[in-house]
């Protein structure tokens, strides 16, 4: 329309025409993909809550190996003689990182586990309490701690 055109202008919306290869969505159609994916965050969700739970108990298995780590060095530490490395078995309970840890220590010097006079075997199990069933097990170390002798071989 030109500037000054008199012509009566159409009230409402314009007719457009349609031509046989447009097609839309039905509602059938959309309500169909809206639920599958729902169905596939849900299945997410519960992954999500899954990997929660195993990573939980991934790191209280880290903190029972690092427990049983320190105490294991502490008993290496120690005198071959010294009271701690002559206590056979022993048990603690410890929280590290707000969650709680039985700590059992065994100290076997005879040869019915494997120990004798001059050879300690030294076992420490750690086991997290509490928390998810998967991850309750004992971490546990094994240790040889020999007396500090010196041996057939040695010479001046």
């Known amino acids: 329309m030109a500037f000054g055109d008199k012509r009566k202008r159409r009230n409402g919306p314009r007719k457009t025409r349609r031509t046989k290869n447009e097609q839309g969505f039905t509602l059938i159609e959309t309500s169909i993909a809206l639920v599958v994916m729902m169905v ?3 299945a997410t969700a519960g992954l999500f809550a899954y990997a929660i ?4 108990g991934a ?3 880290a ?3 690092s427990i049983a780590q320190k105490r294991m060095e502490r008993l290496r530490r120690a005198p071959f003689t010294d009271a701690s490395l002559s206590t056979a078995s022993s048990t603690e309970y410890v929280t590290s990182n707000g969650r ?5 220590t065994t100290i076997c010097s005879t040869s019915t586990c494997g120990g004798s006079a001059s050879l300690k075997v030294i076992t420490i199990q750690v086991t997290p309490l509490g928390g998810t069933t998967w991850a309750n097990t004992a971490a546990t170390m094994v240790s040889q701690r020999a007396a500090p002798t010196i041996g057939p071989y040695w010479s001046n």
Do not use: I
């Not at 739970?53 to 939980?56: E, G, K, L, W």
């Not at 709680?100 to 059992?104: D, E, F, I, M, N």
């Open 63 to 65: 903190m029972a190996l």
């Open 59 to 61: 790191n209280d298995r």
């Open 100 to 104: 709680p840890y039985a700590v059992l």
């Open 40 to 42: 596939v965050t849900l």
């Open 53 to 56: 739970n195993y990573n939980s």
